[in-house]
Structures are given as structure tokens and as C-alpha cells.
């Protein structure tokens, strides 16, 4: 996923992006990263994964990925298992599913070693300075207060992503920024692209629009 701009849909656990309806929002994702030319990943639920692998050929990353070998560990996600259903990378430490410091640096080098693509969540500018140390292949930077509001951080705190480009690309300069919380128009994403990130991680702006494929179109039609 080296070209950018970058459009990553987070489905989290909306009724409209779980099941039937994730592999046809899946459908509407792929039509509209090629009918745009504008690269775009999905972010299905664990239990969505497998299914929607096999219907579409965009990149497909899991929501979580827990610092866990194999063996006993009920109701956790194994970094094998994500491997071995095909998927393309993970979202890791999202605002939702907070991990610590040293199990971030655990799955973020368990990536490295199953070859797949790194997304991690961050909070704010400080964080996102310690986050880079860690070496992912993206940082998504996003404000938990403003998840879901409506209110993208592009505009509701520009600041922060101004100033969380510029303390990753300190550390290393080959960490992609994405930008999220509150996307959910084509003002939107271009305001965070003129701010120095090279897509968004969005969610909610998206899934519960009355037709969201052309909510996406919309989303890239200003780039």
C-alpha cells in the first residue's frame, strides 16, 4: 500500500458493516477505489475476515491482533490465525482496544515477522513520537474525544496533526501518517491532507450513510 492518498474503512461493530452487509459494503469499497484510482483498505471484524477475503482484492487488515503465542488463550486473536486467513495487515492499539506499551512493541515486530502491514492507533503528539519508535508502517493519528462526533480533528484541532507529522517524520521519516476521527467528507479529507497526512482512517462517516459508496466517492472527489 505504498501509494497515497490512502482511505483505510474501520467497520468496527455496526450492524451495517457486520455480515452480510460487511461483504457488500466490502463490494462498494473495492468499486470505488477503482472507479476513483484512490487506493483503499477495509478493516472488517475478525469473524467477517475470511468471507470478504474471498469476495474482494483490496487490502484487508484485522481490527486487533493480540501479543499472544499459541495455546491457551480463550477469546484472543492469534497473529498465526490473522496470517493464515489471508489478510493483508492490522490496526493495532486503536482508542477501542487499547494495548500497553510493550504489547504494542510485541505486535507491531510479530507483523514484521508474519510480513504483514502495521497501522497503529494513536492518540495524541506525544504518543505518536513514542509510537514511531516502534518502526510501524503507518500511524494513524485520532483524538478519542472526537470519534464518531462528526467533528473531524482536521478542523476541530489542526494543531495536532501539523504537529504529529512533524515529531514521527523526526523520529523516522518513513512512517506514513494517516489521519483520523470525525472524516467523513471530501472537505474533510483534503483539509487533512493540506495539514501533511497522507490519507484517513474513518469509520462511522461512511458505514451509516444512506449509500456508501457513493459517501466514499464523495470522500475523494476534492483530491
Known sequence: MSKT???????????ESTGKNAVQLSRYVQEASEESGVNMAIAPQAVDLYPIINEVDIPV??????????GGHTGSTLPEAIKEAGVNGTLINHSEQRLTLADIDAVVEKTKELELTSVLC????????AAASFNPDYIAIEPPELIGTGIPVSQANPEIVENTVEEIHKINKDVIVLCGAGIS???DLKAALELGSQGVLLASGIIKADDQKQALLDLVSLI
Not at 492518498?5 to 450492524?15: E, R, S, V
Request: avoid cysteine.
Open 61 to 70: 487488515y484485522s481490527q486487533h491482533m493480540d501479543a499472544i503465542t499459541p
Open 185 to 187: 467528507t471530501g472537505e
Open 5 to 15: 492518498p490512502i482511505i483505510i474503512l474501520n467497520y468496527k461493530t455496526y450492524t
Open 122 to 129: 494513536t492518540n495524541n503528539v506525544k504518543t505518536s513520537a
